[in-house]
């Protein structure tokens, strides 16, 4: 009789029954490393952080399906599957922070960007250009221009003389501004330095390598080890 096919309980990941009875994955992006293969399943609970690992470990051909469906259970193995998990939930979390400064603030999304740019180089203390928005947005200069001028004419944005060269000038954020962002911050800050207060050097260092890599990896591609 011929291997029959059904569907997982997500209704996404393939699966066929062998003549043992044993549930393998045939979706295409299985990977076998070892004596284990490793397939991450569509399936997630509501809130999005609960993901279901499918392992199949082959013994003389035949394979045996073990699940895992708790991304933070005991053990010390995490998987890819983990670390996307993960992602996903700093990204919603960076999501709702946006949301919460867009509303105090009674910006747009695009708007917010530039100000929390111009935010996080005061904190810095850099000064900040139209061409450095410019190579940070990605945008042609007029289209920057355009949008320091709405903002300055909201009352976000201000700009000051630049001392060493007469024929530019920084932009910074209005007094008005900076004190509606930093009270809309002020509990996210304290939160975010009392935990990375607790980093020692070489964690910290660590952490900002795999944020770089990251960040490498979603904008351009996986780097090369």
């Known amino acids: 009789m011929p291997p029959r096919s059904r569907t997982a309980a997500s209704g996404r990941v393939p699966e066929t029954s062998n003549r043992t009875g044993a549930i393998v994955s045939s979706a295409p992006n299985a990977s076998i490393r070892g004596s284990a293969t490793t397939i991450p399943s569509a399936t997630t609970c509501p809130h999005g952080a609960c993901f279901l690992v499918i392992r199949i470990r082959f013994w003389g051909g035949c394979g045996v399906v073990s699940r895992s469906t708790d991304p933070h259970g005991g053990g010390d ?9 993960a992602l996903t939930r700093l990204e919603a979390a960076m999501g709702a922070l946006r949301g919460r400064l867009r509303e105090r603030l009674s910006v747009s999304g695009s708007d917010l960007t530039v100000l929390q740019f111009v935010a996080r180089a005061a904190a810095a203390d850099r000064r900040v250009r139209v061409k450095d928005l410019v ?17 300055e004419r909201a009352g976000h944005l201000c700009r000051v003389p630049n001392p060493e060269d007469g024929r530019s000038r920084y932009i910074e954020l209005t007094p008005e501004t900076q004190r509606a962002y930093a009270a809309a ?5 304290e939160h975010l330095h009392e935990l990375l207060s607790s980093f020692s050097e070489r964690e910290t260092a660590r952490y900002v390598r795999v944020i770089d890599r990251v960040v490498e990896a979603l904008e351009y591609g996986a780097p090369t080890p």
Do not use: Q
């Open 185 to 189: 911050m002020d509990s996210t800050n």
């Open 77 to 85: 193995h995490v998987s890819e599957l983990d670390l996307t998990a």
């Open 135 to 151: 190579a940070h947005l990605g945008l042609t200069s007029p289209a920057v221009t355009g949008t320091v001028d709405r903002l």
